[in-house]
């Protein structure tokens, strides 16, 4: 008789994915390769608390986008965990809640860009996340202004002391980690700009992404059914 192997690590990307991009792609795959992940969850906000007042694609129309993006791809999948969350999507509240229900028992890697991390600050109860998780930031190879991420690991946990390059450890806590990896520079906020003047998302988008951006006139000010 066979036994089911056990569940391997994820890693968690959450977002907001108004729209997802090859940024968002490469993201997390390499993360997922370099790291010997079994497969990486995409986990769209309901209600970003980080976003400016923008009006947000409804949330079902960017977990379309999401399913679209990924189509094929066994290493990545989506979690629509956030879907019913009644106020701001907290990670923390995320990943307690994914701990307890669909990520019950597996290592879990919580990703972030270091954009992101610089903002950690402000996140609610952000100092507990590596109760629960890995926290992999990672910076884009070349990027022109590389942020400081060794002395903001100081500055938002010292109580993690650096153990090898790009590795932070803490007593009864998981690990922290920085990653630098070949990342395109694209931001959501680009393609929304690209897509509001009708030009061609092609090489920013997947293409199924692209189809459905046009086919919903999304960013045109005049998105419909
Ligand atoms: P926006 O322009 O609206 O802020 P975005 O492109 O930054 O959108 P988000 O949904 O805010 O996308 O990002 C989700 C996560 O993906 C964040 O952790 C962010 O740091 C990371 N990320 C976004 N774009 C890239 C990229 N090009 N390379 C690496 N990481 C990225
Ligand atoms: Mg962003």
């Known amino acids: 008789m066979t036994s089911d192997p056990p569940p391997g690590p994820l890693g968690i990307l959450g977002g907001t994915f108004d729209p997802p991009h090859h940024g968002h792609l490469a993201l997390a795959r390499s993360v997922g390769e370099r790291l010997g992940l079994e497969r990486v969850w995409l986990i769209p906000a309901a209600w970003p608390p980080h976003k400016p007042p923008y009006a947000i694609t409804p949330f079902p129309l960017r ?20 879907q019913d969350t009644n106020g701001p999507s907290f990670s923390i509240d995320t990943l307690e809640r994914l701990a307890a229900s669909e990520a019950k028992g597996r290592r879990l890697y ?9 903002d950690l600050p402000s996140w609610h109860r952000f100092a507990e996340l590596p109760r629960l998780a890995s926290l992999v930031v990672v910076s884009r190879i070349g990027q022109a202004r590389p942020t400081r991420i060794d002395e903001l690991m100081r500055r938002h946990f010292p109580e993690f002391a650096p153990v090898a390059d790009g590795r932070w450890q803490a007593a009864d806590k998981n690990d922290l980690l920085h990653l630098n990896l070949p990342v395109a520079g694209i931001s959501s906020t680009e393609v929304r700009d690209l897509a509001r003047r009708g030009e061609d998302l092609s090489g920013l988008v997947p293409a199924p992404v692209a189809e459905l951006i046009a086919r919903r006139r999304l960013y045109t000010g005049q998105a419909g059914p």
């Open 63 to 82: 977990a379309a986008m999401i399913q679209a993006a990924i189509e094929g791809d066994p290493r990545l999948g989506v979690s629509l965990i956030e």
């Open 110 to 118: 919580f990703i972030i860009g270091s954009d992101a991390f610089a």
